[in-house]
């Protein structure tokens, strides 16, 4: 972990854990998970703040700033409070952030369209274009699969994960969900909404009996990346107005 990139904010951990639980939120209210079964951390100075389960654990949209606790890297939770615990997969979370000096954010949840479209047999591809250009570009590249089905409960299975995902900003674990990085909590949930989108997508093509091919590298040479301030701000700032509107947001 020599250059690690830093975080907008990264000095206050309180910011932190905010975007933390509102991402949490984000990932409840938009079906990136079916109930209580994920979680997001961010790197912070030399531990980790991810999203833990409380004495009230009651899923994944119901997130409390307080459910957001400190970790060590062996996986050891260092705020320790009656009834808190880590995720039994902070493993994903140590392990790629021990090998991603770029990456401060790691998303992990179990969307239910990402882990039927591999179980169909079909891996997610750049089929749409201007729909949703950075769910393609992504699949341009290739969004690595970890072929495992298991719960990554050691810091050996975590490894594997980490070695699969490479350097990719996500990876597909079947029978079993999804991981996405970022550089923010914002960035690495918006790639699972756009990657959950295409999955989305993809299955209602096959459902309706077409099985869809990846557009032609003409077309997908010309879909430009519309940077982090629209692919990630302007959909957080969208995401976060949602939640409000449905009286799921934080309390200030
Ligand atoms: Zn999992």
Same mark, same amino acid.
């Given at each position: 972990?020599?250059?690690?990139?830093?975080?907008?904010?990264?000095?206050?951990?309180?910011?932190?854990? $905010?975007?933390?639980?509102?991402?949490? /939120?984000?990932?409840?209210?938009?079906?990136?998970?079916?109930?209580?079964?994920?979680?997001?951390?961010?790197?912070?100075?030399?531990?980790?703040?991810?999203?833990? /389960?409380?004495?009230?654990?009651?899923?994944?949209?119901?997130?409390?700033?307080?459910?957001?606790?400190?970790?060590?890297?062996?996986?050891?939770?260092?705020?320790?409070?009656?009834?808190?615990?880590?995720?039994?997969?902070?493993?994903?979370?140590?392990?790629?952030?021990?090998?991603?000096?770029?990456?401060?954010?790691?998303?992990?949840?179990?969307?239910?369209?990402?882990?039927?479209?591999?179980?169909?047999?079909?891996?997610?591809?750049?089929?749409?274009?201007?729909?949703?250009?950075?769910?393609?570009?992504?699949?341009?590249?290739?969004?690595?699969?970890?072929?495992?089905?298991?719960?990554?409960?050691?810091?050996?299975?975590?490894?594997?994960?980490?070695?699969?995902?490479?350097?990719?900003?996500?990876?597909?674990? $079947?029978?079993?969900?999804?991981?996405?990085?970022?550089?923010?909590?914002?960035?690495?949930?918006?790639?699972?909404?756009?990657?959950?989108?295409?999955?989305?997508?993809?299955? $209602?093509?096959?459902?309706?009996?077409?099985?869809?091919?990846?557009?032609?590298?003409?077309?997908?040479?010309?879909?430009?990346?519309?940077?982090?301030?629209?692919?990630?701000?302007?959909?957080?700032?969208?995401?976060?107005?949602?939640? $409000?509107?449905?009286?799921?947001?934080?309390?200030?």
């Amino acid at each position: 972990m020599s250059t690690v990139e830093m975080y907008p904010g990264a000095e206050d951990t309180e910011v932190l854990r $905010r975007d933390v639980a509102t991402g949490c /939120r984000i990932a409840g209210h938009r079906g990136l998970c079916e109930d209580i079964l994920g979680h997001i951390s961010v790197r912070s100075e030399d531990s980790l703040l991810i999203r833990c /389960r409380g004495p009230r654990e009651s899923g994944l949209i119901f997130t409390e700033i307080t459910d957001v606790r400190r970790a060590s890297y062996e996986g050891g939770l260092m705020e320790k409070a009656a009834g808190f615990s880590v995720p039994n997969e902070i493993h994903i979370h140590t392990e790629i952030l021990k090998v991603r000096s770029d990456v401060q954010a790691v998303f992990h949840a179990h969307p239910p369209a990402i882990v039927a479209l591999d179980l169909a047999g079909l891996e997610l591809l750049p089929v749409v274009g201007a729909y949703n250009i950075p769910a393609s570009r992504m699949a341009a590249k290739g969004i690595p699969l970890y072929s495992r089905s298991v719960l990554v409960n050691t810091p050996a299975l975590g490894a594997e994960v980490a070695e699969v995902l490479g350097d990719s900003p996500a990876c597909v674990m $079947r029978g079993h969900g999804l991981v996405t990085v970022g550089r923010t909590v914002a960035e690495a949930v918006s790639r699972a909404l756009s990657l959950n989108s295409l999955a989305r997508m993809m299955l $209602r093509s096959a459902s309706a009996g077409r099985v869809p091919a990846a557009l032609p590298a003409q077309d997908l040479a010309q879909l430009p990346d519309l940077g982090a301030g629209f692919n990630d701000a302007h959909l957080w700032r969208f995401e976060t107005a949602a939640l $409000r509107a449905m009286g799921l947001d934080l309390a200030d």
